[in-house]
């Protein structure tokens, strides 16, 4: 069973869900500040193609005999949720969940550094993967960078750090069939590429000229979010080590993690002024008919 959280007076009964801790989002609601269960709802529903299926699932919980839907939240999509919440605990309450996943790193490290009797003490076999063998996956990883408009090299650093790789010839040939899943899977959550629309008829009236630069500026936010998922990955990777509860107040992790959080901050803020701009476009849109 999972330890109760506590953020400020709100405590919170996590659900061991894949062997990790998920929060209810009417428990996640309570937390961010919010009177509704509703506004969790909303949040994810209007930012439903930025969560994966680790971040954010519907299960049956029920403590009668009439078992009853509820969405979970792991702790990287009560994050994310955080990151889209304007209440004036959300920054607090991202921090928080930054320090619950450092001490769950810290408890799983240590208890995989402990050996118990069961423990596989032989020799693991790896195969080092040669450039032959990598063939498939760079040719893949081509593929993606193509699709996505991306540098080939900024492809190739997010799978290394996937796969916390300094160097990609550090790949085990075992490694190769999932890291080729991987890269597909980035690939398969590409958005599809607008149909070709053809030219009007008639001269389109500002309204419509405005709906399609909104539409344009809302796909632009769904590549930024794209993007801010990948860098803030790769600064999580980037953070020292915590490898006994004592490393998470070291100064040097401090310090990367006021980073961090400046990053969210960033992100954040643009993310609203995004919306601002696009709330008052169609204000004055509204006042011009």
């Not at 869900?17 to 269960?37: C, D, F, K, T």
């Not at 990598?134 to 080939?152: E, I, T």
């Not at 990609?168 to 597909?184: F, G, H, S, Y």
């Amino acid at each position: 069973m999972t330890t109760a959280l506590t953020f400020n007076d709100v405590t919170l009964s996590p659900i061991t869900y894949q062997n990790s801790p998920w929060i209810r989002s009417v428990e996640l609601a309570r937390a961010l500040g919010y009177s509704s269960e509703k506004s969790v709802s909303n949040i994810y529903n209007r930012n439903q193609d930025e969560f994966s299926n680790d971040m954010s699932v519907v299960i049956n919980l029920s403590t009668t005999d009439n078992p009853a839907p509820s969405r979970i939240f792991s702790l990287r999509g009560c994050h994310l949720v955080a990151m889209f919440a304007r209440t004036p605990v959300a920054k607090a309450f991202r921090r928080w969940v930054l320090d619950v996943l450092d001490k769950l790193d810290a408890e799983q490290h240590a208890a995989s550094s402990s050996p118990t009797p069961d423990d596989f003490t032989g020799t693991l076999s790896i195969t080092p993967s040669t450039t032959e063998d990598r063939k498939p996956l760079r040719a893949l990883v081509g593929s993606w960078a193509q699709v996505s408009g991306l540098p080939f090299a900024a492809c190739w650093n997010q799978l290394k750090a996937a796969f916390n790789l300094a160097n990609i010839k550090e790949l085990p040939q075992e490694w190769i069939p999932d890291a080729i899943d991987w890269v597909q899977k980035r690939i398969d959550a590409l958005p599809a590429p607008a149909p070709a629309t053809a030219l009007p008829a008639s001269p389109s009236s500002p309204t419509d000229d405005a709906e399609g630069h909104l539409a344009a500026i809302r796909e632009h936010i769904r590549q930024i979010h794209r993007h801010e998922e990948s860098l803030f990955l790769l600064a999580r990777k980037a953070l020292p080590a915590v490898r006994k509860p004592g490393d998470m107040f070291s100064p040097a992790r401090r310090t990367g993690l006021t980073a961090f959080q400046s990053m969210e901050d960033c992100a954040g803020a643009l993310d609203y002024s995004l919306r601002a701009l696009e709330s008052a476009a169609r204000t004055m849109l509204t006042l011009g008919r």
